[in-house]
């Protein structure tokens, strides 16, 4: 190579550098288009349950819309916190990603005086996933067939009536606590190790009412060994059209939701939020994917960013009121 030749390569890898730099883009950056690797969608939950169904569904779907292999970790314990944190721990560089939950991401700061990540501060919001309503579930013998009735039921004997929920701190533990700090409910709060039993402790009358997610109730229901009194939220569940909401019952405040979000540690490049961000969209908006879980009563609803911050802040700040005015504790 002449020395001509020599000097003019050079001045084209530095003409070609000092444009990537104008662009804000690293020459390796340039050379891995996001995603170059398989992601991880980490679940802070044990596989089998809502969440996890719901990750794995959203991977095979970004496994061909991305064209990169999306695999799903399950890292479960201590209410959701230990695989939350580990998320905020990892490297921003959008391999790691979490599905957040109400739980985990909006009543977890205010149980857990110990608590290792912030949610707002923590994480970059990548997109809100789906909504789902509460019902609650009472016993078929019960003389209360909506709210009101299971509320003037609870009052005219106090600490007779129970409500159960799936453990102590719960959102359906919460959404209880709601229901007697809007009404004036004397209803007793009876925590169990998830739904399964709630579920079955209300078909046998040993609970007279529990607080559940639809998907979870859905089977006992449509069995007839369980009724609904309501869901919460601002509208009907697609999956049990004919329950009636709370607020269209007289009964307002009730519109707590378990929701899902997708995402990423604090700091992770915008270009690969702008990859992720459509990619998402696509998947969410997929009519087959949407009617599978509408028919278990969870509402697939992408957001944009700002519109997840927003959200994620305020959930943050009304559970955190709901807490201290319950006088909610962790033993």
């Known amino acids: 190579m002449s020395k001509y030749q020599k000097i003019n390569r050079r001045g084209l890898l530095a003409t070609a550098l000092a444009g990537l730099l104008a662009l804000g883009l690293s020459p390796a950056a340039q050379a891995e288009a996001y995603p170059s690797k398989p992601i991880r969608i980490v679940v802070p939950f044990p596989p089998g349950g809502a969440a996890d169904t719901l990750a794995r569904a959203l991977s095979q779907q970004l496994n061909d819309t991305l064209g990169k292999q999306v695999i799903v970790e399950n890292r479960a314990g201590a209410g959701g916190t230990i695989g939350t944190n580990a998320v905020a721990r990892a490297e921003p560089d959008g391999y790691t990603l979490l599905l957040g939950n109400v739980s985990t991401l909006a009543i977890a700061p205010s149980l857990y005086p110990n608590l290792n990540y912030d949610p707002v501060k923590d994480f970059t919001p990548i997109t809100l996933v789906g909504k789902s309503p509460l019902v609650f579930a009472v016993n078929p013998g019960l003389q209360a067939k909506n709210l009101p009735e299971l509320i003037a039921l609870a009052n005219k004997d106090p600490g007779k009536l129970t409500f159960g929920s799936s453990g102590a701190g719960s959102i359906t533990h919460l959404t209880g606590e709601v229901l007697n700090l809007a009404t004036g409910g004397k209803l007793v709060h009876v925590p169990y190790k998830g739904s399964a039993p709630v579920l079955l402790a209300v078909a046998s ?9 639809v998907v979870e109730m859905l ?18 569940s697609p999956a049990l059209p004919e329950v009636t909401t709370a607020a269209s019952q007289g009964v307002k405040g009730l519109e ?33 994917l949407r009617k599978r879980f509408a028919d278990e009563g ?25 807490i201290k005015q319950a006088g909610v504790k962790l033993d």
């Open 298 to 322: 969870l509402i697939l609803a992408p957001s944009t960013q700002a519109e997840l911050s927003a959200f994620l802040g305020s959930e943050v700040r009304d559970w955190a009121a709901v």
């Open 205 to 213: 009358g040993e609970l007279s009412m529990g607080v559940t997610q």
């Open 219 to 236: 089977p006992q229901y449509k069995g007839g060994r369980v009724g609904a009194a309501a869901v919460t939220g601002i509208e009907k």
């Open 256 to 288: 707590a939701t378990t929701w899902y979000s997708l995402m990423a540690p604090a700091g992770v490049p915008a270009e690969v939020v702008q990859r992720l961000q459509p990619a998402l969209e696509k998947v969410l908006t997929n009519a087959e």
